[in-house]
């Protein structure tokens, strides 16, 4: 029971338990997975610390934002820049891309701050069509059109010659992955966390009590900004690449997506987000490619087909596939302690919330 | 509640993660030391852009090769073999052009890439293919780059570049417009900044007049159209992929400008520049009329060259295995590419591997004749394709090419001269013999 008090107490001992567990998940798993497999995992990964990001941002702070691909892009060319041309080794490198994407996120968070709603979603809109085009306007610096290439990292030699590339990178983007997870987890369950959520459920309120509303939505914003230019830095790192093509319009969508489909607001839902983002598009094109039609049938379908799932997604499941789950267990929990109270006879449940509690969709999961 | 949420948090994460390593463990491994081959099939992998910016016309490349590998394979394959290809789509985005190469390596386990499509996409797996030993073969697009026989052994390239062709159009250009303004709209990348000093290499530079660059992704190309007409420009030269050569002439129809038009080969293919003039103008322009008259080059048959015996048999190839593609110069395109690596598969020899064949097309490549007006230029250090282009003019809508065709190689220096050998008839099954 102590250890459960203390657990119940300090975030950072939970949080930090929660990094290790993951951590040592992940490594087994990324032991036991082909090469291939670790590179989706990378993928994942660096998606996870963007939909993280993201999920802060537009779950708890409850701003919808369209510029979250391409601020990964200025994390991503930082990290290209900076790895390619001045021989940076990574870790500072991914830093850098942090610290560059924290300070482009100001201005545009400070717009953020006096925006809301669709108004901000058409702000940083013109964001994610304007930036990467700025590689064309420097090409000197940002290669124009054909953007960067790095090389590819080398795994140390103490992990063995036989240790893979893939693998290797698969650990970098999930140490990111972690470092998000650990410095979001607490940050949500801080006092910052509590002002987001208060200012997203009831502005007034929330200034009435003190709490400064354009500050605090600009902080989240330049928060999930960071998030973004580390998984930037980690795509470029993994695909060796920087590239205006590599962040259209479409990524942004597809991040916003997928931080919707997994369930906004909560860490578990960008875990879900960042799964589909990686599975989905190889799952419509295998479903696609299954069927015998046409050219220009068959190469558009996996698109309307990944739109298919999406509406599907959201009628089935409007809070994602966290709230389902959450809804899910709520219903299996209840059935099994009823059960049990008809067992016992009409004794109540020793411990633990009553179970009927509505499965919420606030940032605390 | 808060603990509750925490180890729903860890259990989410943990099921995730089942589910991830439960559909890992359906990847395929094959045996044998050449990943790939077997006794009875070998397997490439390619990247295209089937959706996005650059799929109209280039989308239905790889289904043509495919449809010449169907033939080959019909007829027993190359060595008992039969050719697979795997296409995926990468929209041209070089993110999914990364991840899908690196699928089809390691996952799929081909034997190699092969008519790879784009600059700014294949350029970023040119380094994971030539690390791993992995043969890069054909790729689909004229940068100067895939010729580097010394950095990167396994990567050749096929058509020809970009920098011959803007030296055999700027040669032109110099002999027939001497002294005109000429403007120059280019594609923002290698493939027309090759071009670009292609042409750069042969009309003085006091002749170029306006040079401007667009992004592919870009909905109009007015600010650049305008530039180059206030220019003075009275030849235009445009290193642009078929959608934006269709945007550049609907915008400079609409700005009254008409300059002699000059355009490099991928841009120009008639059936694709029509098909987008009408769509994007919607229905407002019919035809080729927009392009007609255009100067451009070929390094193939034109499509429309029906008394040509190789395109009697791509003919013969696409009604039986891509009937539903239009034939035009892409179709053309992507069967010649394919006649090129049975080539190869056959001057291999039956125990295929990765390096052997990379040997072979250093070995033989230079020697072999197909479809191509001229020979391609490959040895040990020069992986470049063809070596050169004959002129062209599009005439009632048909690539007309004229005044025989032309070699010369990417340096500065080096002349162009005309090649005088004669292109062979196919063979009579239509299958390599080398």
């Known amino acids: 029971m102590r250890r459960s008090a203390l657990l119940r107490q300090s975030t950072l001992v939970r949080s930090l338990g929660l990094v290790v567990v993951c951590g040592l998940v992940l490594l087994v798993l990324s032991e036991n997975i082909t090469d291939y497999r670790n590179t989706q995992l990378a993928e994942g990964a660096y998606f996870f610390a963007v939909l993280a990001g993201l999920t802060l941002l537009a779950g708890l702070s409850g701003q919808i934002s369209l510029g979250q691909g391409a601020l ?164 470029a790192e993994v695909n060796q690449l920087a590239q205006p093509g590599a962040f259209p319009l479409q990524l942004s969508l597809f991040l916003l997506a997928g931080v919707v489909l997994g369930g906004l607001g909560s860490l578990a839902g960008a875990v879900w987000g960042a799964a589909l983002l990686v599975f989905l598009p190889n799952w419509t094109n295998d479903l696609s490619g299954s069927f015998s039609l046409s050219g220009n049938v068959s190469h558009n379908l996996p698109l309307a087909i990944y739109g298919v799932a999406l509406i599907g997604a959201m009628v089935v499941w409007p809070t994602g596939i966290q709230g389902g789950i959450r809804t899910l267990t709520a219903l299996i929990r209840a059935r099994l302690s009823a059960r049990r109270r008809l067992r016992v006879g009409a004794a109540p449940e020793p411990s633990g919330p009553p179970s009927s509690v509505p499965p919420s969709a606030d940032g605390s999961g | 509640m808060r603990q509750r949420n925490t180890k729903a948090l860890a259990s989410v994460i943990v099921t995730g993660i089942a589910a991830v390593a439960l559909t890992a463990c359906g990847s395929s491994s094959s045996s044998g030391s050449s990943p790939g081959v077997t006794s009875t099939s070998i397997t490439f992998g390619t990247h295209q852009p089937l959706t996005g910016p650059a799929a109209p016309g280039y989308s239905e490349i790889a289904p043509a090769s495919q449809a010449y590998f169907n033939y080959v394979n019909a007829q027993g394959g190359v060595f008992g073999r039969k050719i697979h290809l795997i296409i995926k789509d990468d929209a041209y985005n070089p993110t999914n052009t990364v991840n899908v190469v690196h699928q089809e390596v390691l996952q799929n386990k081909v034997f190699g890439i092969y008519e790879g ?117 009275k030849v235009m030269v445009s290193f642009t992929v078929p959608i934006y050569t269709a945007i550049g002439q609907l915008t400079s129809f609409t700005l009254g400008y008409k300059p002699q038009l000059v355009v490099a080969n991928v841009g120009i293919d008639p059936t694709t520049v029509g098909a987008l003039l009408k769509t994007i103008s919607k229905g407002k322009a019919s035809g080729t009329a927009l392009i007609e008259g255009a100067i451009t080059d070929g390094y193939l048959p034109s499509n429309t060259d029906t008394s040509n015996p190789w395109i009697q048999l791509f003919m013969k190839v696409h009604a039986q295995y891509d009937p539903s593609a239009p034939f035009d110069g892409n179709v053309v395109y992507g069967m010649a590419n394919a006649y090129a690596l049975v080539q190869a598969l056959v001057a291999a020899g039956k125990n295929l591997t990765r390096q052997g064949l990379v040997n072979a097309i250093n070995k033989f490549g230079s020697s072999w004749m197909g479809p191509g007006l001229v020979p391609f230029r490959y040895s040990t250090s020069v992986h470049g394709g063809y070596g050169g282009v004959e002129m062209g003019q599009v005439k009632n809508g048909k690539i007309v090419l004229f005044g025989g065709p032309l070699t010369t190689d990417p340096s500065a220096s080096s002349a162009i001269t005309p090649y005088t050998g004669t292109q062979p008839a196919p063979p009579s099954n239509g299958i390599p013999t080398n």
């Open chain 2, 117 to 233: 499509l784009g600059t700014p996409t294949h350029t970023k797996v040119v380094g994971f293919l030539n690390a791993s030993k992995i043969p890069d073969v054909f790729v689909a697009s004229g940068c100067p780059c895939w010729d580097n026989g010394t950095a990167q052994p396994y990567t050749y390239g096929w058509q020809p570049n970009y920098t011959i062709e803007g030296k055999i159009l700027g040669q032109y250009i110099k002999q027939h417009f001497a002294g005109q303004k000429v403007g120059v709209l280019y594609q923002d990348d290698d493939f027309g900044q090759g071009g670009l000093a292609g042409i750069g290499d042969e009309v003085p530079a006091a002749d170029i007049v306006s040079k401007q660059p667009y992004q592919p992704g870009v909905t109009t190309l007015a600010p650049q159209i305008t530039a180059i007409k206030s220019s003075g420009a």
């Open chain 1, 72 to 235: 990964m892009a200025v994390g991503a060319y930082t990290v290209a820049l900076l790895v390619g041309n001045e021989q940076w080794s990574l870790v500072p490198a991914l830093a850098a891309a942090v610290v560059v994407t924290l300070i482009v996120g100001i201005p545009v968070g400070a717009v953020a701050s006096r925006l809301r709603g669709p108004y901000l979603a058409g702000a940083t809109l013109a964001f994610a069509v304007g930036l990467p085009a700025l590689a064309d306007k420097f090409p000197s610096l940002f290669g124009g059109e054909n953007g960067l290439t790095i090389n590819p990292p080398t795994p140390p030699s103490w992990l063995g010659s036989s240790f893979s590339l893939e693998r290797w990178e698969a650990w970098i983007c999930c140490a990111g992955a972690l470092i998000v997870l650990f410095a979001l987890y607490n940050l949500i369950h801080s006092g910052v966390g509590r002002s987001m959520r208060a200012v997203r459920d009831d502005e007034i309120a929330a200034s009435l009590c003190g709490l400064r509303v354009g500050r605090t939505r600009a902080v989240a914003f330049i928060i999930s900004a960071g998030c973004a230019g580390l998984g930037g830095g980690l795509l």
